[in-house]
């Protein structure tokens, strides 16, 4: 079974804080992805990666960033939390060789910033 | 970009009754997914469905991409199947992005 994992389910931080997301994958996949979850709104894309230290803009990026640092992990980092990134953050995984991949998601991390 | 608009955004069933979601996109699509979110938060796959129709077992859809959207059919529905539907889409051209519409929050009640 696909495993994709995030380090935390819930997490409380102040406003201005430098927060970090961890997700690691164990399938090898070479896509990664970033949502943030909102009421009403769906999930948005916030950072994607295609493979090691690559990384893209999704619709949402601004005061966000990523680092892809190896194949199975892939960090979300608000440098500076505000209390409007107060969301749930869903991890994504996929394979890149052929367009009918899906893609996996992790548990999600609730991050309430104060 | 791409619009994704799904319906209806709430839904309320008796266990045992059926039910059908949709979901209209706005431009053609290289690749479709219905995706159900349990109420912990955790999303799976439940079809990846471009065109056509698939079936498993109480659950079918059906995509007619040249009319863009897409029909997810639920019978005989348990508490079990409570949770947000969500449709997505890509475009293709290798980008291998997700557009989800906003969801259908359904609610199964004993």
């Known amino acids: 079974d696909v495993k994709v994992t995030q380090s935390s389910r819930y997490l409380v931080k102040r406003t201005g804080e430098k927060v970090f997301l961890e997700c690691v994958q164990d399938m090898d996949h070479e896509n990664m992805f970033w949502y943030r979850q909102d009421p009403g709104l769906g999930l948005r894309l916030i950072y994607f990666s295609y493979d090691v230290k690559m990384k893209e803009k999704g619709d949402i990026p601004e005061g966000y960033s990523v680092s892809r640092e190896k194949k199975e992990r892939f960090s979300l980092i608000l440098e500076s939390a505000s209390t409007n990134q107060t969301s749930m953050y869903l991890c994504a995984s996929s394979f890149s060789d052929s367009s009918y991949e899906t893609q996996y998601f992790g548990p999600g991390t609730r991050l309430l910033v104060l | 970009g791409i619009q994704v608009e799904q319906s209806p955004p709430d839904l309320i069933l008796q266990e045992g009754a059926n039910s059908t979601l949709r979901c209209n996109f706005s431009?053609?699509?290289?690749?479709l997914q219905w995706f159900h979110q349990n109420p912990w938060g955790q999303l799976i796959n439940l079809f990846y469905i471009p065109s056509g129709t698939k079936q498993n077992g109480r659950l079918s859809a059906t995509t007619v991409a040249t009319e863009r959207y897409s029909l997810l059919y639920i019978s005989s529905s348990q508490t079990t199947d409570s949770g947000v539907y969500f449709c997505a889409v890509d475009v293709g051209a290798g980008s291998y992005q997700l557009t989800f519409g906003k969801g259908t929050k359904l609610s199964v009640i004993p």
């Open positions: 431009d053609s699509v290289n690749n």
